[in-house]
């Protein structure tokens, strides 16, 4: 399923190379004359945040050696490659310089060609001369980037103004050496992704770069690494084992890549997310500024997707798209030399619009107008990790959340642990703890309801003064409690939150009744008219409390710190707007 779509992805898009070429980065131009001659070695990257960083351009790609090289240093590319592969230069050098030859002269080496000729006139004489290497480098200057890293490399004639590699006749020439290459491959099969009978076969070696975390030479999503998974003789590296045609394994190979250094990509925690459509969509476009960071030209960008998102979804005017055209969300981790499957969601995209709503509608909560209205999934990650440091996320977080808004699940419990957590060691229960926690336990709640109804209901976005939940209203009297110490010592050091609040969330009996006794100290210095108005909303949020709980599980400390946060908005916002009751 997963390679059968990017592989119709790759067929209706057009921003892709065809088959038997890739975009790599390219650093510096080799400028020859018609002899073979190094006129000038050009620069050709391109500045980006202050950094020269390579120029995209399509080179031929003749195998995975397009991608990431080996170490055997004899698998050079075609009329272009790194330094090393093209000058002869570092460990390997001479070796690698022959590879580039013979790569050469295998593919092109009959094509009467004026770039070709040159090319390897070039090649011949520094072969024959590797000190002229370094009088070439120092000639132009760069024997520090040079040393730095290994630069890739294309040529070009001095008298033309495209690259060697494409003109158009060594185009056409590689292009049939290309088709007669592959049609006369010794294996043949039947493709898995496309079905198609006797066909030749790719080996299971395609390398796919962008996956966060994963080796930088790139790393395989289809792979065998132990001898028990090639039974019957059948061999992972000549393709036996996952029969894939040679087209099949360009297509999907081109299009992740592409998607994974696309905007159709998200990063939640450890886990790319590629998204995509099987015909072109507004949505491809619209969920990473949903899930991503919004920029900071541009701070509103994913309010305003979420308010288009709601709008489509609610006047039933699917204005994104076509709604019932199939989307694609595919969630990859790193995993060594492999990638790993996080999760794979296929759906009608009006399906995937109402449960990306359903989350946003889970987040809701009441907060301080300079706060965002639109939380990106990896705010919500570092509110619930410890120092707010990304590192500090936990490896699979992002991708379980991530899994259970695609599919509509309830959210993994390791994310409520964590924000409740997070509340209880830094005492403080933040704007994005708050809606992660009431979003947790929204999706048990009606999960828990669709099994037995009317178990219990769910949290309002604001304060919900009908609430009978004891946890909840213990929240909302500890927020009372606080403020009126506030109120009654003016810039006080330390208050009965960051002394008490771990304590008040888990174990209540232990503290509260040295808190009401604390609160009768703090109302002698109020004004009668507010004591007597704080007075009468503690008997209001205490009636119907039997007793103080011994001790409250992670679900109730979640509801306590949801009632500390709604009664703290309460306190600070107009009477009119603070209250909210369920219909």
């Known amino acids: 399923m997963i390679l059968q779509a990017l592989s119709r992805y790759y067929e209706r898009s057009e921003d892709m190379p065809r088959e038997g070429w890739v975009r790599r980065g390219v650093d510096y131009v080799l400028v020859l004359d018609d002899q073979g001659q190094c006129i000038n070695i050009e620069s050709i990257g391109e500045l980006k945040k202050g950094k020269t960083v390579p120029r995209d351009l399509l080179v031929p790609a003749i195998g995975k050696q397009a991608m990431k090289h080996t170490n055997s240093g004899v698998d050079a590319n075609l009329l272009w490659d790194n330094a090393s592969f093209v000058l002869g230069t570092g460990n390997k050098g001479q070796g690698k310089l022959a590879s580039f030859i013979a790569t050469l002269r295998d593919w092109l080496g ?30 132009f200057q760069l024997q520090e980037a040079f040393e730095k890293r290994d630069p890739v490399l294309v040529f070009r004639l001095v008298s033309d103004i495209e690259y060697v590699h494409a003109r158009p006749a060594v185009r056409a020439a590689y292009e049939a050496a290309l088709s007669k290459a592959r049609s006369g491959s010794p294996l043949r099969g039947t493709c898995l992704v496309t079905g198609s009978t006797n066909v030749p076969l790719a080996p299971n070696e395609s390398v796919i770069k962008g996956v966060w975390g994963g080796q930088p030479a790139g790393c395989n999503i289809v792979s065998f690494n132990a001898r028990a998974f090639e039974s019957y003789g059948k061999r992972e590296r000549n393709g036996e084992n996952a029969p894939i045609s040679q087209s099949a394994s360009f297509a999907y190979t081109t299009a992740l890549n592409y998607l994974l250094t696309s905007k159709q990509r998200v990063q939640v925690g450890d886990t790319s997310t590629v998204f995509w459509a099987e015909e072109p969509h507004d949505l491809e476009s619209a969920l990473p500024d949903l899930f991503g960071e919004p920029p900071r030209d541009d701070p509103n960008r994913g309010t305003d997707a979420l308010k288009a998102l709601y709008a489509a979804v609610q006047t039933g005017k699917f204005t994104l798209g076509d709604a019932q055209a199939r989307f694609h969300v595919l969630g990859l981790a790193p995993n060594a030399a492999r990638i790993a499957i996080r999760f794979w969601e296929t759906a009608p ?4 619009a109402q449960r990306i709503q359903q989350h946003f509608e889970d987040l809701r909560i009441a907060h301080a107008a300079r706060e965002p209205e639109h939380l990106s999934l990896f705010r919500l990650l ?19 959340i991530m899994r259970a808004i695609l599919e509509g699940l309830p959210y993994p419990a390791s994310w409520l642990n964590a924000a409740v957590q997070r509340c209880r060691a830094e005492q403080e229960v933040t704007y994005p703890r708050a809606a992660a926690i009431k979003a947790s336990l929204n999706r048990m709640i009606r999960h828990c309801n669709r099994i037995q109804p009317h178990q219990e209901r769910e949290f309002l976005a604001m304060l919900d003064t009908a609430n009978p939940n004891p946890a909840y209203r213990l929240g909302r009297l500890f927020a009372v409690l606080e403020k009126i110490q506030e109120e009654s010592s003016p810039g006080v050091n330390a208050t009965i939150r960051d002394r008490y609040y771990g304590a008040a969330s888990s174990t209540p009996v232990s503290v509260f009744t040295t808190l ?7 109302l002698g210095k109020l004004h009668k008219g507010r004591a007597v108005q704080m007075e009468r909303l503690i008997g209001e949020i205490m009636e119907g409390l039997a007793d103080f709980p011994r001790q409250l599980g992670l679900r109730d400390q979640g509801r306590f710190a949801i009632g500390y946060y709604h009664q703290r908005q309460a306190l600070y916002t107009k009477p009119e707007t603070a209250t909210e009751t369920a219909d």
Do not use: Y
Request: proline share 5%; charged share 15%; with cysteine.
């Open 110 to 139: 009959t094509v009467h060609d004026q770039g070709i000729q040159a090319v390897l006139q070039f090649c011949g004489h520094i072969q024959s001369n590797p000190d002229s290497v370094t009088a070439l480098i120092e000639r």
């Open 349 to 352: 995209a009006m399906d995937l």
């Open 382 to 400: 570092a509110a619930c990790a410890v120092q707010g440091k990304a590192d500090n996320i936990p490896p699979n977080l992002g991708g379980e």
């Open 516 to 522: 009401l006794r604390l609160k009768n100290h703090h």
